[in-house]
Antibody, heavy 121, light 106 residues
Framework: QVQLVQSGAEVKKPGASVKVSCKSS????????IHWVRQAPGQGLEWMAW????????KFAQKFQGRVTMTRDTSIRTAYMELSRLGSDDTAIYFC??????????????WGHGTLVTVSS | IQLTQSPSSLSASIGDRVTITCRAS??????LAWYQQKPGKAPKLLIY???TLQSGVPSRFSGSGSGTDFTLTISSLQPEDFATYFC?????????FGQGTKLHIK
C-alpha cells in the first residue's frame, strides 16, 4: 500500500526540540522529494522544507532557517524533521508529503496523516 | 506572492454548482494546485497546473485560470464534498497556500 506513516503526537516544553518521522511504503523512497507542511490549530497550511531522499539535499523556508533539520534513512525509507527552540506558536499538526514527479515542482500527491506537536509549559 | 481565496466560507446544498476563487498577487502562469481537506485529515490533491485533474478525483471537480485568477468548480455538490479547500502556488520554493475556503451544508 502506497502510504506515508508518521510518528505519534508529542508534547514539548518551550525551548525543547521535537523530531518527527515519516516512513514511506509502496513506492521507491528515493524517487520523490519529501516536503513538510504544518497547520496551526484552525489555521491554514504553511510549507516548511523539503528533502531529496536520494541526495540528502534540503531546502527550508526562510523563517525556519537555523531551527529545522531534515534527514533521511534510506535503509528504512524514512524521512525526519527536527525542529528546535520550540515556542508556543510551533503548536501545530506537522504533515509530510510526497512531491509528484512532474515538470512542475510542489505538487503533493501523497500525504502523511499528520503529527500533532503541542508546545506547552 | 500571496494567494487570496474567496469566499472564506460558503454554504451550499447537495446538487449545487459551486465556484471558489483564488487570486495571486502576481502572475503565476498556471502554477496552481487545489487541495481538499476534511476535519482531522490530511489534504488531498484535487487539481494541479490549474486544470489537470488528479487521478481518481471525480470529474465533477474542475479547475481553470491562468495568470492571477483561478477557479475551482464543483459541478454538482455531493455530501462528501463538504470540506475546506486550499489553493497552492507551484513551481516556487515557498509553495504558498491560500487561506482556505470552508464549504458548509446549507
Amino acid at each position: 500500500q502506497v502510504q506515508l506513516v508518521q510518528s505519534g503526537a508529542e508534547v514539548k516544553k518551550p525551548g525543547a526540540s521535537v523530531k518527527v518521522s515519516c516512513k514511506s511504503s509502496g513506492y521507491t523512497f528515493i524517487g520523490n522529494y519529501i516536503h513538510w507542511v504544518r497547520q496551526a490549530p484552525g489555521q491554514g497550511l504553511e510549507w516548511m522544507a523539503w528533502i531529496n531522499p536520494n541526495s540528502g539535499d534540503t531546502k527550508f523556508a526562510q523563517k525556519f532557517q537555523g531551527r529545522v533539520t531534515m534527514t533521511r534513512d534510506t535503509s528504512i525509507r524514512t524521512a525526519y524533521m527536527e525542529l528546535s527552540r520550540l515556542g508556543s506558536d510551533d503548536t501545530a499538526i506537522y504533515f509530510c508529503a510526497r512531491e509528484m514527479v512532474t515538470s512542475t515542482t510542489g505538487v503533493f500527491d501523497l500525504w502523511g496523516h499528520g503529527t500533532l506537536v503541542t508546545v506547552s509549559s | 506572492i500571496q494567494l487570496t481565496q474567496s469566499p472564506s466560507s460558503l454554504s451550499a446544498s447537495i446538487g449545487d454548482r459551486v465556484t471558489i476563487t483564488c487570486r495571486a498577487s502576481q502572475a503565476i502562469a498556471t502554477y496552481l494546485a487545489w487541495y481538499q481537506q476534511k476535519p482531522g485529515k490530511a489534504p488531498k490533491l484535487l487539481i494541479y497546473t490549474a486544470s489537470t485533474l488528479q487521478s481518481g478525483v471525480p470529474s465533477r471537480f474542475s479547475g481553470s485560470g491562468s495568470g492571477t485568477d483561478f477557479t475551482l468548480t464543483i459541478s454538482s455538490l455531493q455530501p462528501e464534498d463538504f470540506a475546506t479547500y486550499f489553493c497552492q502556488h507551484l513551481n516556487d520554493f515557498r509553495f504558498t497556500f491560500g487561506q482556505g475556503t470552508k464549504l458548509h451544508i446549507k
